[in-house]
């Protein structure tokens, strides 16, 4: 059975609860599943593939992503590695949010080659924007553009899509 570690960065909790969704579509599919805070993960030891994810702020994705990305380039390059991307405008059909989102993808993985990439719609609120947030609280609207079973199709296919 492979073991395999969901490792995410999240702001608001939203896409913590992607990682666990996927962490959840992967044990379903038989795996050894762990999903982390991606700042909590010290090494890559004893995981046989790698998902890592996190949401994109101002188009960038979330430190914590790339971090870990530079933190354990050597030790992604000898497993499968899967990317998602999570984020508000990525869950209406909008082919340059999409565009977007894949050049913040290559951008974080770098010469890491992945071999299954999500783009996932996301949470927009308020609470997780920066003091202007607060005045702007009745003018942006609260919303949700996940797909839970979008995710979790996604999930279910990841152990076929890393070769385990």
Do not use: C
């Not at 082919?95 to 290559?106: S, V």
Request: charged share 25%.
């Amino acid at each position: 059975m492979a073991t395999i570690l969901v490792a995410y960065a999240s702001k608001g909790g939203a896409t913590a609860e992607i990682a666990e969704w996927i962490g959840e579509g992967l044990r379903r599919a038989g795996a050894a599943t762990e999903v982390r805070r991606a700042d909590d993960v010290a090494s890559l030891e004893g995981f046989d593939a790698v998902v890592v994810g996190g949401p994109l702020y101002m188009g960038k994705v979330l430190r914590p992503v790339p971090a870990f990305f530079s933190r354990h380039r050597a030790e992604l390059a000898s497993r499968p590695v899967a990317l998602f991307v999570s984020g508000g405008s990525l869950g209406k059909n909008d082919p340059e949010a999409e565009q977007k989102a894949r050049a913040a993808a290559e951008a974080v993985s770098g010469d890491v080659p992945i071999a299954a990439l999500g783009l996932f719609g996301g949470r927009v609120s308020s609470r997780n924007v920066p003091l202007i947030g607060r005045f702007l609280r009745n003018a942006m609207p609260e919303e949700d553009t996940r797909n839970r079973t979008a995710i979790e199709g996604w999930a279910d296919a990841l152990p076929t899509r890393l070769g385990l």
